[in-house]
């Protein structure tokens, strides 16, 4: 069975900075898209940030470019996203998630997802 389970969010100041991890077990994913979206209060989920099993490639929102980084570690079946500068409206639950086609996987769709992990930016 596979899971992807999330970890590292927590409360902190308008800029500062937190670093998720999702952890994946049950298989591998080569030639797949992870990444992570998030869902703030009243608001539909989107896309933040996604990056390729197999060659690295990554993805950014515009209001996170600069200020969020995402990587992986294929070795460990996990990849991150490093958020710095965090803003008040980057409060969400955030979500990871993994998808054989990056096509869909931008527009929300996914065939695994973590439970999420709650982000939330004081001012």
């Known amino acids: 069975q596979v899971q992807l389970v999330e970890s590292g969010g927590g409360l902190v100041q308008a800029g500062g900075s937190l670093r998720l991890s999702c952890a994946a077990s049950?298989?591998?994913?080569?030639?797949?898209?992870m990444g992570w979206f998030r869902q703030a209060p009243g608001k539909t989920r989107e896309f933040v940030s996604s990056i390729t099993w197999n060659s690295g490639a990554t993805s950014y929102t515009d209001p996170v470019k600069g200020r969020f980084t995402i990587s992986r570690d294929n070795a460990k079946n996990t990849w991150y996203l490093q958020m710095n500068s965090l803003k008040p409206e980057d409060t969400a639950v955030y979500y990871c998630?993994?998808?054989?086609?990056?096509?869909?996987?931008?527009?929300?769709?996914?065939?695994?997802w973590g439970q999420g992990t709650q982000v939330t930016v004081s001012s």
């Open positions: 998630a993994a998808d054989p086609h990056s096509g869909r996987f931008y527009s929300g769709y996914a065939d695994y």
């Open positions: 049950g298989r591998t994913f080569e030639r797949y898209t």
